[in-house]
Antibody
């Protein structure tokens, strides 16, 4: 069974940093593209970032470029998202998502909530 | 990258059909067949229901179908059921190798 379990969310002050993790199981993690998608409370889905199986080819939404970094450790079956210079508007549930082929987001984690507030 | 344009809400009675549109540009929806649709219940993670414009993953009822014409993709749900009441989002690959979602559509089953 495919499972994606995010962690690392929490309350952080504006300007702070956070690293989100996503542990994958039930499939060969190193074979798949992976994404992060976020959703602010009561709002829609927003695509954040994607990374290729070998850790290359990271792309980012304009709204987060320069502020976040996606990475992965295939030996640990883990996807990461480093969030820096956090702003109140970055408050959201962050989902870790597997990509079955090209932009087929077939498995989603349960999400981890990041709250940016003073 | 601007969000794809979806109607904020649609509604229909049980048994009826509804269609949700998703309008983008030549750089996303119109330029690629990498359009997908997701269903989301409140407090839950989204679920893939259509990929590559018109393909259904295993387990998704054939009441759900997708299509595309030019820069607009569409999701049609036929034989509407109460359990279809949810939020629906489209997503597309873009020419910049990024992704973009629509703003979401709330489906109400009357």
């Amino acid at each position: 069974e495919v499972q994606l379990v995010e962690s690392g969310g929490g309350l952080v002050q504006p300007g702070g940093s956070l690293r989100l993790s996503c542990v994958a199981s039930g499939f060969t993690f190193s074979n798949y593209w992976m994404h992060w998608v976020r959703q602010a409370p009561g709002k829609g889905l927003v695509w954040v970032s994607r990374i290729l199986p070998d850790g290359s080819g990271a792309t980012y939404a304009d709204s987060v470029k320069g502020q976040v970094t996606i990475s992965r450790d295939n030996a640990r079956n883990t996807l990461y998202l480093q969030l820096n210079s956090l702003r109140v508007e970055d408050t959201a549930v962050y989902y870790c998502v597997r990509d079955q082929r090209v932009w087929i987001l077939d498995y989603w984690g349960q999400g981890t909530l990041v709250t940016v507030s003073s | 990258q601007s969000a794809l344009t979806q109607p904020a809400s649609v509604s229909g009675s049980p048994g009826q059909s509804i269609t949700i549109s998703c309008t983008g540009t030549n750089s996303d929806v119109g330029g690629y067949n990498y359009v997908s649709w997701y269903q989301q219940y409140p407090g839950k993670a989204p679920k893939l229901i259509i990929y590559e414009v018109s393909n259904r993953p295993s387990g998704v009822p054939d009441r759900f179908s997708g299509s595309k014409s030019g820069n607009t993709a569409s999701l049609t749900i036929s034989g509407l059921q109460a359990e279809d009441e949810a939020d629906y989002y489209c997503n597309s690959f873009t020419s910049r190798h990024t992704g973009v979602f629509g703003g979401g559509t709330k489906l109400t089953v009357l």
